[in-house]
């Protein structure tokens, strides 16, 4: 082990004895006391050095023996210690790839902040190499959700669409200009291979077809993200669209724009969480000519071009490459169950349920029926060991495992 206190966190001193790592709320910590020479031995803990040499270091400094094992230990209790050297073989196989890891040195950052663990983070990073991520849709959203993914180290993005890019399919980030009259896949594809920083895509640029989406679990996906264009489809996403999704067992998130509308949400986690069935007769419950309603908007073809502005656009890329990234490092986002909406002008985010329904063939709400029964039956837990909904799921959608 080489322990590197983690440099995501800025350092400062409230007085002689007690030291703050970090400045935002969210991750910050405060460790107190600490005498003067220890927190001068705290520069010395910056990956470059083994335990013994660090032992020897501390010798010469005048701290007592064991006081350097017994700091280590506390920093990593604490969640503000690394291994420079951690992580496994696939985080030694980045490391070698040098250019590769300074692009993701952000992103290596960051996951360092809810790796609590010395040499996870670059674990969880290395792990995203290996992942197959699916993105169904290639308009503004799609591309620029896809190539984020791509840049933040997701070894495979297979962009699925049809047609050709129009002019206003272009936005920063995602199709270029150049793109115009192309098709829309074969451009997704590419402007993906070109935020990735690491080996290209292996996908073919072949449409796609029943048969390929009844593989899609054999062929290993991750995740898929559905981001129509269409804004009814994010609206009101079709549940014949899902089933083979849903039968296979895949993970599957929605992202995009429906008439200045952006939504992130639900991910569904089948036989889990809400699904799109599950919000098709919630709706039908609330509102009995919902059905009437979805029946006119997909009965013509969609002639205008979509209400969905640049920055409204990025902003729902951007939160949905957030939910996903955080799903494939083994967390479970806000998403799962929600919809997170934001409209123009104001753009304040909020989250709606989506519950699991009886009467929807997914099984979610037998699920919910038979954790309620086993949460009765039980002891409470406290407060500190609460946990939200991920705490109760098997582990089967902990995609970095």
């Known amino acids: 082990m080489h322990p590197m206190v983690k440099p995501a966190l800025r350092r400062g001193w409230r007085d002689l004895n007690t030291v703050q790592f970090g400045m935002a709320p969210a991750h910050a910590m405060v460790l107190g006391p600490m005498d003067t020479a220890t927190g001068s031995f705290l520069d010395l803990l910056n990956g470059a050095r083994g335990m013994p040499l660090l032992r020897e270091e501390g010798r ?223 709706r039908v419950d609330r509102d009995p000519t919902w059905p009437r309603l979805v029946a006119q908007w997909r009965s013509g073809r969609q002639r205008q071009v979509p209400a969905c502005d640049l920055p409204l656009a990025a902003g729902v890329a951007g939160l949905a490459a957030g939910h996903a990234l955080a799903f494939l490092d083994g967390a479970l986002p806000s998403s799962a169950g929600a919809r997170w909406e934001t409209s123009v002008p104001g753009l304040d985010w909020h989250a709606r349920p989506v519950w699991s329904h009886p009467a929807c063939p997914c099984g979610a709400s037998e699920k919910a029926k038979g954790e309620r029964a086993s949460e009765d039956g039980e002891p409470h837990e406290t407060m500190a060991e609460q946990r939200p909904h991920a705490a109760r799921l098997s582990g089967t959608w902990r995609a970095h495992v």
Not at 115 to 143: F, H, K, T
Not at 157 to 186: C, F, M, N, T
């Open 60 to 282: 010469r400094m005048g701290l007592p023996e064991g006081h350097v094992d017994a700091l280590v230990e506390r920093l990593a209790r604490s969640g503000l210690l690394d291994d420079a050297t951690g992580g496994g073989a696939a985080a030694d196989a980045l490391r070698k790839k040098k250019g590769v890891l300074e692009r993701l040195r952000p992103d290596l950052a960051s996951l360092s902040l809810v790796a609590r663990e010395p040499g996870a983070a670059v674990d969880r990073l290395a792990a995203r190499r290996s992942l197959r991520v699916q993105v169904r849709g290639a308009g503004r959203v799609g591309v620029v959700l896809a190539s984020l993914l791509a840049g933040a180290g997701v070894g495979e993005i297979d962009v699925r669409d049809v047609g050709r890019v129009e002019p206003w399919d272009v936005a920063p980030g995602g199709l270029p200009a150049e793109s115009i009259g192309q098709r829309r896949e074969a451009a997704a594809h590419r402007a993906v291979r070109r935020a990735a920083p690491d080996r290209p895509l292996r996908a073919s640029s072949q449409g796609t077809s029943s048969n390929e989406e009844d593989k899609d679990k054999e062929r290993g996906l991750a995740l898929v993200i559905l981001t129509p264009r269409d804004g009814l489809g994010i609206h009101a996403p079709d549940p014949a669209a899902a089933e083979t999704l849903i039968a296979s067992g895949t993970p599957h998130l929605y992202a995009g724009v429906v008439e200045g509308t952006g939504v992130v949400g639900p991910l569904v986690l089948p036989g889990d969480t809400g699904c799109a069935g599950c919000l098709d007769r919630g």
